[in-house]
Nanobody
Framework: QVQLVESGGGLVQPGGSLRLSCAVS????????IGWFRQAPGKEREGVSC????????YIFDSVKGRFTISRDKANNIIYLQMINLEPEDTALYYC??????????????????WGQGTQVTVSS
């Protein structure tokens, strides 16, 4: 059974940094992608970034480009989201999710069907 466990959220001042972690377990597939998504109160869930397990290809959404970076620890099966220069608009519940299959993430983050419980990020002074 796939398990995705997020951690690393918290309260940070504008301009600050956080690193989120997504611990992935129970996956037996050779081809899948892990993505980060977020949902702010009263808003729809939106994509942040995703990474392919097989070759490390990444995709980053325009709203966070230049400030957020996705990476992976292959040995420990952890996906990170490094966030810098955080803004109040980044306040949201951040989820990691898995998309099974070999579809490239080069053109976006699609097909995510397994989700973690989320970690809260609050950017406020």
């Amino acid at each position: 059974q796939v398990q995705l466990v997020e951690s690393g959220g918290g309260l940070v001042q504008p301009g600050g940094s956080l690193r989120l972690s997504c611990a992935v377990s129970g996956v037996t597939l050779d081809f899948y992608a892990i993505g980060w998504f977020r949902q702010a109160p009263g808003k729809e869930r939106e994509g942040v970034s995703c990474i392919s397990k097989s070759d490390g290809t990444t995709y980053i959404f325009d709203s966070v480009k230049g400030r957020f970076t996705i990476s992976r620890d292959k040995a420990n099966n952890i996906i990170y989201l490094q966030m810098i220069n955080l803004e109040p608009e980044d306040t949201a519940l951040y989820y990691c999710a898995m998309a099974a299959g070999s579809r490239s993430v080069r053109d976006g983050c699609f097909g995510f069907t397994s989700w973690g419980q989320g970690t809260q990020v609050t950017v406020s002074s």
